[in-house]
């Protein structure tokens, strides 16, 4: 079963109980996941969590790049497959969250309709709004026309090499630029630039009537309204006026042969000759008539007056906050709803709307929902801060658990040890910079870089309102730039939420906090303008103010907000993170790599507000955005727990491929940084089964990535072809020819623990994410173990029909410490994922309403053990896991089980007192007469990890 939520119409929407997320793509169909779904159910998932499976761009793997949300993605199947997916589904008990994509389309190519009529028509576009365009920017020439940054060389070089094509298309009567897959659609008002010449008359007579039929349609095309004017009557005149003439031109070319020749003619005139520069020039005059201009695509790091997905330049942000362009990209989803095939949603980038709490309200509004209400289950890709708070005010059930994953793996990280590995770290690296300077300076970075016009965006409307002032007017517009940078640069969060419904407390301190920090860390002379700032974010600027000056005061501070969150990510996820290699599995979406280690008090906190706030939660520990998989992670975290025979095998290796690596551009390659991230990656990957050579293309491919995201030695900008040869030749002289290869030999015997301890680990952020409050998510695949790194790696298929074979192995099994011998440790984690799974759905509320109690535990080795105990109407689930196992063991590789424990016991209470069962043994455990305590040593005896039941939890499904 699971926890149901009705609504004022009496329609019920179910809260998952365990969640499944499916990658969908032209690889892995409707049809093959309604194959997979008895697997699902039988390993007790109650939702599968799709990847978008609306229309994206054709080949797309990730289904990000949508380019028409009317229709649900061809590659994927048909409405047919889907139905059968859907019913194949509900036969088995279980229903379908989608991810879907809000913020953005994909644009370019030939497949976007919206987009190519923006291209066509500018201003005057029925689509135009749609998008986030700004028609206004700083540079005068750009004034109601749109930069497409996409060609490949500079606009004059690939002119004159003839890459620039005009196309003519006879059945629809209309005309295109083409550049490779790119259509690029001439405004019907400037065909006539096409024709210089009349037609000829040995070709048509003066007097034929064809002849006056297609000069009366060039008059008509040329007659059209203009592009700027934007009136909803122009606009649909020009749209309808502009099709009939079309429509007369295909037909017309059907009736005479000549004219068609004569325009087929014309464009191989205007289309020039490579080599006769001056043959070119119409052509160029017709680009520069358009609504657009092409561009390299470097250029867009300046001009590029689009809103995009973060610096994607074929990814183009829409208008969300107009309601009409809301109800019409959710038009399919919500009829999908209404069937009663799609049972809930996650959101995607939800940072990158203009105003997410009222985006949300629309969202439950259309399914009954008001003020507080949540009817349908939703969950928001929402990347915390450790001192943020998700808003109650949205109208979500929690976020996708980027959070809770984040949080667990700081857990299990020994933070005692942070002294050692930061002096080892810097040691080996010399890099003494902190993880909060590098994120400042990767932050800069960006800002200069990828993302510069959208700060130019921000400086432009800053430097509009500036001299609404005469006290603001002498703030030079580079003085209101940088103050823009530095503020976002400090911003402790990605983002605020100011709306026209006020300014919250928590947004208030923010921009306090990050204004003072730029003031203070600015180099200018003028330090008022972070003052000026702060105001206007904040809208203190705006008192006493005109309403149209208050009007642009708050559209600043909401497009500011759409800035910071971009930064942010790529600044800190995509720059930083690669930047500071103290102790990998830290750098993770959601997590701080400055933050060494957490108590299990804040573990504790962390689920006692989540049970009070958001119960229904996701609690992810892997996903398709993590930078590691849950068992990578879960690995590498063992190195602190061992820091000494780290330090004492990193020197080795150090000395083993010194003559490894290469001198480029007068420095080592790889260089230390990115050295002591391979080793440290090669950690969370190896496995002796791994053959040779496919390891080899991961880890070089991986490294070209992280090195590129790095942004210092090669990037995606400006790749460095030598470096990234040398770091890949590097890898090869790494893991090539085993059998004599010294530091293959000294490597192997260093990850053996790491890996055994890496294990317990898994298992442990198993058993945590299933009893913990909030709903488990699972990444395909990751119920076994899964040693994969940032995407496209993550996205390798799932052997499911081996899955299902070792599910059907495990299921009768009652005891799993009979599985605790197996070397790669897969069937133990299944059995703990099966058997916990299978609690959670014999006994759906208790994990779903249940309180949740952190348990005292006492004696010798308590800092080494995590309990607690879910309630729900007199039943009790307890659990007990290990922590920090290698320290506890000081690295001998045996199982943290029995005496190992001396005197440590957790006290119950009245919580759960009497006769208990575990789940994953069949023990019967019972608990002391005088405080209803239990011995771990007696607990954990066979299995490394208990989860205790009441006798009166019930049983079955």
């Not at 139905?83 to 991810?99: S, T």
């Not at 969150?565 to 790599?593: Q, S, W």
């Not at 849950?630 to 000494?644: G, H, K, Q, Y």
Request: hydrophobic residues 40%; aromatic residues 10%.
């Amino acid at each position: 079963m699971s926890a149901l939520v009705p609504t004022e119409q009496g329609v019920r929407f179910k809260i998952p109980r365990a969640t499944y997320r499916l990658q969908f793509n032209h690889q892995f169909t409707f049809n093959d996941a309604a194959r997979i779904v008895p697997y699902l159910a039988r390993l007790g998932i109650s939702h599968v969590y799709a990847s978008p499976i609306l229309k994206a761009r054709p080949g797309s793997m990730h289904g990000y790049d949508v380019v028409d949300h009317s229709q649900l993605n061809p590659e994927l199947g048909t409405r047919e497959d889907f139905d059968r997916f859907v019913q194949q589904l509900h036969e088995h008990g279980l229903g379908l969250i989608v991810d879907i994509v809000p913020n953005h389309l994909g644009v370019m190519g030939n497949d976007n309709i919206w987009w190519l009529d923006v291209l066509e028509n500018g201003p005057a576009a029925r689509f135009a709004y749609h998008f986030d365009i700004d028609w206004r920017p700083n540079r005068g020439s750009m004034r109601d026309r749109i930069l497409v940054p996409v060609l490949g060389d500079s606009y004059g070089v690939v002119l004159e090499r003839g890459e620039l094509q005009l196309e003519f298309d006879a059945t629809a009567g209309s005309f295109s630029v083409r550049y490779h897959d790119h259509r690029l659609p001439i405004d019907p008002r400037e065909y006539p630039r096409i024709f210089s010449q009349p037609i000829p008359e040995a070709l048509l007579s003066q007097d034929d009537a064809h002849r006056g039929d297609f000069e009366s349609l060039l008059t008509s095309f040329g007659n059209l309204p203009p592009r700027d004017d934007t009136s909803a009557d122009a606009v649909a005149v020009r749209y309808r006026d502009k099709e009939a003439h079309k429509r007369r031109l295909a037909r017309l070319i059907e009736r005479s042969p000549e004219v068609l020749s004569h325009i087929n003619e014309s464009v191989t005139t205007i289309n020039g000759t490579p080599g006769q520069t001056e043959t070119f020039d119409a052509l160029d005059a017709l680009l520069e008539a358009q609504a657009y201009r092409l561009s390299y695509w470097r250029v867009a790091v300046d001009e590029i007056n689009y809103r995009r997905f973060f610096d994607v330049n074929d990814l183009a942000a829409l208008r969300m906050n107009e309601r009409s362009v809301f109800d019409v990209t959710h038009q399919l989803i919500f009829e999908l709803i209404d069937a009663g095939s799609i049972d809930g949603l996650r959101i995607d980038h939800s940072d990158g709307l203009y105003d997410p709490e009222e985006y949300f309200l629309w969202l439950q509004q259309r399914f009954g929902g008001g003020p507080g209400q949540r009817p349908l289950y939703v969950v928001t890709e929402k990347i915390l801060a450790a001192h943020e708070r998700l808003p109650e005010s949205w109208l979500v059930h929690g976020t996708t658990g980027y959070d809770y994953a984040a949080l667990q793996t700081t857990w299990l990280v020994n933070g005692d040890e942070e002294s050692r590995m930061t002096r080892r770290y810097r040691a080996f690296t010399e890099n003494e910079a902190s993880f909060e300077t590098l994120a400042y300076e990767s932050k800069r970075l960006v800002m200069r870089s990828s993302l510069a016009a959208e700060v130019e965006v921000l400086a432009t409307q800053l430097d509009r309102i500036a001299h609404l002032d005469r006290h603001t007017a002498d703030f030079t517009r580079a003085a209101l730039r940088e103050a823009i940078r530095e503020v976002i640069a400090c911003f402790p969060v990605y983002r605020t939420y100011i709306s026209p419904r006020g300014v919250g407390d928590e947004d208030q301190r923010i921009v306090h906090w990050a204004t003072g920090l730029a003031r203070r860390r600015s180099a200018g002379a003028e330090v008022s303008v972070f003052d000026f700032l702060r105001d206007v974010l904040l809208g203190t600027a705006a008192n006493g103010r005109m309403p149209s000056h208050r009007q642009a005061m708050l559209e600043f501070a909401m497009k500011f907000q759409q800035v910071t969150a971009p930064v942010t990510a790529k600044g800190v996820e995509d720059t930083a993170f690669y930047r500071f290699n103290r102790l990998i599995c830290l750098n993770e979406v959601g997590g701080d790599p400055s933050r060494f280690g957490v108590s299990s008090t804040a573990l504790h906190q962390a689920n006692l507000e989540r049970a009070r706030l958001w119960p229904h939660s996701m609690l992810a520990t892997s996903t398709h955005d993590t930078k590691r998989s849950e068992d990578v992670r879960a690995r590498i975290a063992v190195l602190s727990e061992l820091p000494d025979l780290w330090k004492q095998h990193l020197s080795r290796w150090s000395q083993l491929n010194r003559n490894k690596r290469r001198q480029v551009d007068d420095a080592p390659a790889p260089d230390r940084e990115d050295e002591y991230l391979l080793y440290q990656t090669l950690a969370g990957l190896w496995s002796p089964e791994w053959q040779t050579e496919p390891l080899i293309e991961r880890l070089q491919a991986y490294m070209m990535k992280a090195g590129r995201e790095a942004k210092r030695s090669t990037s995606w900008i400006n790749p460095n072809a030598d470096y990234e040869a040398a770091v890949s030749d590097f890898i090869v002289q790494l893991l090539s020819n085993p059998e004599r290869n010294a530091f293959l030999r000294d490597f192997t015997s260093f990850v053996a623990p790491a890996a055994f301890f890496g294990r317990i680990n898994s298992l442990v952020t198993t058993a945590l994410k299933i009893t913990s409050p909030g709903v488990p998510d699972f990444y395909q695949g990751t119920e076994l173990p899964t040693f994969t790194l940032v995407d496209p790696d993550n996205r390798t298929p799932v052997d499911f029909a081996a899955a299902a074979e070792r599910l059907e192995s495990v299921s009768n099994v009652s005891d799993g410490s009979a599985l605790l011998d197996e070397a790669d440790g897969a069937r133990a984690k299944l059995y703990v994922t099966w058997k916990l799974l299978q609690l959670r759905a014999s006994d759906a509320a208790l994990f779903a309403l249940g309180s949740y109690q952190p348990l005292q535990v006492e004696g010798e080795k308590k800092e080494h053990v995590f309990a607690f105990v879910r309630t729900h109407e007199g039943r009790s689930c307890v659990v007990i896991v290990p922590r920090w196992s290698a320290r506890l063991l000081t690295g001998e590789m045996r199982l943290p089980l029995g005496e190992i424990w001396s005197d440590t016991r957790v006290v119950l209470g009245t919580a759960a007192a009497g006769e208990l069962r575990d789940v994953l043994t069949s023990k019967v455990v019972r608990t002391s007469d005088d405080d209803a305590a239990v011995r771990v040593a007696d607990v954990l005896s066979t299995f490394p990890l208990a989860v205790l039941t009441s006798a009166a939890a019930p049983h079955g499904t």
